[in-house]
T-cell receptor
């Protein structure tokens, strides 16, 4: 029944490790997003995919690599984790395809803590 | 540059009315969204305005003035569960969504 689901919900790991976060949506949306929300609660877009193609790639360290195996999935792999990567990462999806304006639906977030 | 301004924090009393303002300067405009985010949870969609005027949805209403680059979210008959952050977001000419930093609303009994 869940519309946008991401796993894991909590991720605690050591600096320097590599980790992945997975996201799946069952809404039939064409576009998926990854956001980072830091301690000041500012929601910052990282990546956006439309039908498996990258359409937004903001200034993000290349340690972050998104992968979209199909339009219902968008995963985020992070290499060599740093203390500053600690944040909540939200996955979202929408029907927006460049000429429509539909609301985004968010997953519950992944709380990443770097020790 | 693109900029969205909203107050950082507001306090209101249960049962009262509160208005949360949002001003924006973006390269083009294709609509404005309001989202609600409870602490520790995901943002959820509240309203969408693309034409000037007031959109009413139950206790919540959202207003837009494109010429002034201004919107507000009006919450009536405040309930304790309305304590949350309210995020204003604008779609620019490329249909990219630009987010404000959010307004934390505290409701007191």
């Amino acid at each position: 029944d869940t519309a946008v689901s991401q796993t894991p919900k909590y991720l605690v790991t050591q600096m320097g490790n590599d980790k992945s976060i997975k996201c799946e949506q069952n809404l039939g949306h064409d576009t998926m997003y990854w956001y980072k929300q830091d301690s000041k609660k500012f929601l910052k877009i990282m990546f956006s995919y439309n039908n498996k193609e990258l359409i937004i790639n903001e200034t993000v360290p290349n340690r972050f690599s998104p992968k979209s195996p199909d339009k219902a999935h968008l995963n985020l792999h992070i290499n060599s984790l740093e203390l500053g990567d600690s944040a909540v990462y939200f996955c979202a999806s929408s029907q927006a395809t460049g000429h429509s304006n539909q609301p985004q639906h968010f997953g519950d977030g992944t709380r990443l803590s770097i020790l | 540059g693109q900029n969205i301004d909203q107050p950082t924090e507001m306090t209101a009393t249960e049962g009262a009315i509160v208005q949360i303002n949002c001003t924006y300067q973006t390269s083009g405009f294709n609509g404005l969204f309001w989202y609600q985010q409870h602490a520790g949870e995901a943002p959820t969609f509240l309203s969408y305005n693309v034409l000037d005027g007031l959109e009413e949805k139950g206790r919540f209403s959202s207003f837009l003035s494109r010429s002034k680059g201004y919107s507000y979210l009006l919450l009536k008959e405040l309930q304790m569960k309305d304590s949350a952050s309210y995020l204003c977001a604008v779609t620019d000419s490329n249909y990219q969504l630009i987010w404000g930093a959010g307004t934390k609303l505290i409701i007191k009994p």
